[in-house]
């Protein structure tokens, strides 16, 4: 008797993990690209919008999709699916120029994700507010502070008011963070969770594979200013 009523419990146990394994989901490999500023002052991390042009037109000819990284957070645990060739389009820091990348990006059909700080002498909340119709808007820290390091609290405050000051101009809930330099620690984890944020994004220069991924540091691939359309397609290709 014992051992019949294991054989059932061990039953439903076995199914749900050969579905797990046999998940169409399972290790979709997805370019989650980092742009900052698009203009001509030949910074080290800018592109000008010629650069950005030719990249996004790479991508149309080279059959990907642009999605935001809630769709992309989303399909990776089974709600909603990928397009064959899934590719992030990320914006940092709130630089009046989000607004030119998110011009060129619409030209292409595709939609960005800006990560900002509560800058508004940079984008005004209008301009917030049309980033977020256009894709999606979410949290990169009050003030931009490196968090590793810092105090639980400053962490969670510097957490909780960006969230609060761009769902108030949006309208829609923020989910996800880029830290600002790349830089977390145990801590700053924790103040992100314990503020609502879901999954945290770094620079560590590859592509993220949504069957293993680290919530709260997940790989993202910088573009800069030296980059030819080569080095482009490599990037999104193989790194
Ligand atoms: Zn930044």
């Known amino acids: 008797m014992f051992l019949l009523v294991c054989a059932v419990l061990a039953l439903p146990l076995q199914v749900a993990s050969q579905e797990a394994i046999t998940s169409p989901m399972a290790g979709v490999r997805v370019p ?16 000008t919008p010629e ?8 991508l149309v000819e080279n059959g990907y999709t642009a999605i935001t990284v809630g769709q992309f957070w989303d399909a990776a645990h089974g709600y909603g699916t990928l397009p064959a060739k899934p590719i992030v389009l990320t914006n940092d820091d709130g630089w009046a120029s989000a607004m030119t990348f998110a011009d060129i990006l619409g030209r292409y ?30 949290a990169h820290t009050a003030s931009h502070l490196n968090l590793a390091g810092l105090a639980y609290e400053t962490q969670y405050a510097e957490i909780t008011n960006n969230k609060a000051y761009i769902e108030q ?17 145990e801590n700053a984890v924790r103040a992100a969770s314990a503020a609502g944020i879901v999954a945290a994004f ?38």
Not at 52 to 58: G, H, I, N
């Open 169 to 185: 101009i949006t309208g829609q809930p923020v989910r996800f963070l880029a830290w600002p330099f790349g830089a977390s620690d």
């Open 51 to 58: 650069q950005l042009e030719a990249q996004c037109q790479w």
């Open 202 to 239: 770094g620079l560590s220069g590859t592509a993220a594979n949504s069957a293993a991924l680290d919530p709260y540091y997940i790989p993202r691939l910088m573009m800069m200013v030296t980059d030819d359309l080569s080095t482009f397609a490599a990037k999104v290709t193989s790194w």
């Open 109 to 138: 059909g595709m939609v960005g994700t800006y990560f900002v700080n509560n800058n508004e002498w940079q984008l005004t909340p209008d301009q917030l507010l049309s980033l977020a119709q256009r894709g999606s808007v979410e």
């Open 32 to 47: 989650v690209l980092t742009y900052h500023n698009v203009d001509y002052s030949g910074s080290e991390y800018s592109v």
